[in-house]
């Protein structure tokens, strides 16, 4: 692995804003390679964001960075046609696909000043491939596909790993989230997931490690308080917009936040429990 392949989905809908959108998601990324000490470059090129790194923690770490829709460890190789060839064969030597494995080539050609296009690279690739390698060629549901994205260089990977989604956390603004059990927490997990950085009132003493494991560009700040009546003072004083709570449609009770003064959200509020547990272990 020479790098790792970040791509991005709802901020290509930003329109005017899209830039300050990958700006952030960049900065956020560069947090995250920072944070767990991985030795690598960050760059953007063309609705793209590259983590130049050998280190293959690395795909874990950046699999919570909110606003990744996937990633991709790839080989770098430079955009020539016979490189780009040697370099399958030897990823595929690494791979080691048993005899008959169905496979296809699949290349896409930023660049288009090269002397060949996609269609030819991959009839070039993949004959030799199957040739050499007794590989069988499906063009329709492969169980191994070789893509190839060309730009300046060329990216070879095969694999793709999903990531969350959501913005860039900064992006959407700060909330406050009364924090006093896990719902609460998932709570102000799914703001964050939505760019909005939160910052935790503490009611109950909670274990707040879902969110540091998320915080990447934004760090918590936590206060511990006493009661509800207290935050009005904090919400004023910090200017939220608003008060995230983690009540469900289950245990919804209207008169409990009668008294703060500002909008009061419900992101659980639609969740069964069940879906709610679920959602926790698979974050955890």
């Avoid at 609460?184 to 703001?191: F, G, P, Q, T, Y």
């Amino acid at each position: 692995m020479d790098c790792i392949i970040c791509r991005y989905g709802e901020l290509a809908l930003k329109g005017k804003n899209r830039g300050e959108f990958e700006r952030r998601l960049v900065d956020n990324i560069k947090d995250c390679v920072k944070r767990n000490k991985i030795d690598g470059v960050v760059k953007k090129s063309s609705g793209r964001v590259f983590v130049f790194t050998k280190e293959e923690k690395a795909v874990n770490s950046l699999k919570r960075v909110f606003g990744l829709v996937s990633l991709s460890p790839a080989v770098v190789v430079d955009a020539d046609k016979e490189k780009i060839k040697q370099a399958v064969v030897d990823y595929l030597n690494v791979l080691s696909p048993k005899k008959g494995t169905s496979f296809r080539i699949t290349s896409k050609r930023a660049n288009k000043d090269l002397p060949f296009d996609s269609r030819e690279l991959n009839t070039y690739i993949g004959s030799f491939i199957e040739e050499n390698f007794g590989l069988e060629v499906d063009l329709g549901s492969p169980e191994l596909e070789m893509c190839i994205d060309i730009r300046e260089t060329a990216f070879i990977f095969h694999e793709t790993v999903q990531c969350l989604g959501g913005l860039p956390l900064g992006t959407g603004g700060k909330v406050a989230c009364i924090i006093e059990d896990e719902e609460s927490v998932l709570a102000a997990w799914l703001m964050m997931r939505r760019g909005v950085a939160v910052f935790p009132l503490i009611l109950k003493k909670v274990d707040l490690s879902l969110l540091r494991n998320y915080d990447y560009g934004f760090s918590l700040v936590v206060k511990n308080i006493s009661s509800v009546d207290e935050i009005n003072s904090t919400v004023q004083e910090q200017d939220y917009k608003a008060v995230v709570v983690g009540d469900t449609i289950d245990d919804f009770d209207k008169e409990r936040y009668k008294s703060i003064g500002s909008v009061v959200l419900y992101p659980l509020i639609s969740y069964g429990k069940e879906e709610i547990s679920s959602m926790l272990a698979r974050l955890r």
